[in-house]
Antibody
């Protein structure tokens, strides 16, 4: 069965960086992409970006350009999302979700979420 | 960006009654070459990740009860729960995946009256 398992909760200080992992299993990793979505406490869903696990192409939300990097390691079927220069409003649950290979599509499987808390 | 606007923000429906959620996009998400609407609906229960309910505006994901249905085309879409059950209490989101930045709507909270 398809599973996306994310790394554990993180607490970071403002200005630091965080790298969240998302390990996929149960499907051919390089036949799909991965999207990252975050949700601030009590708020809605915010699309952060997408990466193709096939060729590494990326597409980021404009507001995060320059602070976010999404990568994949096809040898371990793992996707990563790194966010730099953290601010308090980056406090959120971060989700990875399975997406299409060449462009965004509906997100059919989701990770369990990773809480990132940014606090001094 | 194609902005998605959901209404209402919340609604309370009696058990067994119909719940209707609306989603409007700032531009059409209908792709003319394949006549598909690039619109999905998700359900999120407290403490859980979102769950895909509907894609291509009206196709139910495998395992989703048939009381959930999606309709609409172009810029106006609706998610209908035909007979609300207690386990349907959740926040529902629409998302367009027509553009390279697939934004979500703000969400609609469904509660029991």
């Amino acid at each position: 069965q398809v599973q996306l398992v994310q790394s554990g909760a993180e607490v970071k200080k403002p200005g630091a960086s965080v790298k969240v992992s998302c390990k996929a299993s149960g499907y051919t990793f390089t036949s799909y992409g991965i999207s990252w979505v975050r949700q601030a406490p009590g708020q809605g869903l915010e699309w952060m970006g997408w990466i193709s696990a096939y060729n590494g192409n990326t597409n980021y939300a404009q507001k995060l350009q320059g602070r976010v990097t999404m990568t994949t390691d096809t040898s371990t079927s793992t996707a990563y999302m790194e966010l730099r220069s953290l601010r308090s409003d980056d406090t959120a649950v971060y989700y990875c979700a399975r997406d299409a290979t060449y462009s965004s599509s509906s997100l059919d499987y989701w990770g369990q979420g990773t809480l990132v808390t940014v606090s001094s | 960006d194609i902005v998605m606007t959901q209404s209402p923000d919340s609604l309370a429906v009696s058990l067994g009654e119909r719940a209707t959620i609306n989603c409007k996009s700032s531009q059409s998400v209908l792709y003319s070459s394949n006549n598909k609407n690039y619109l999905a609906w998700y359900q999120q229960k407290p403490g859980q990740p979102p769950k895909l309910l509907i894609y291509w505006a009206s196709t139910r994901e495998s395992g989703v009860p048939d009381r959930f249905s999606g309709s609409g085309s172009g810029t106006d879409f609706t998610l209908t729960i035909s007979s609300l059950q207690a386990e349907d209490v959740a926040v529902y989101y629409c998302q367009q995946y027509y553009s390279t930045r697939p934004l979500f709507g703000g969400g609609t909270k469904v509660e029991i009256k």
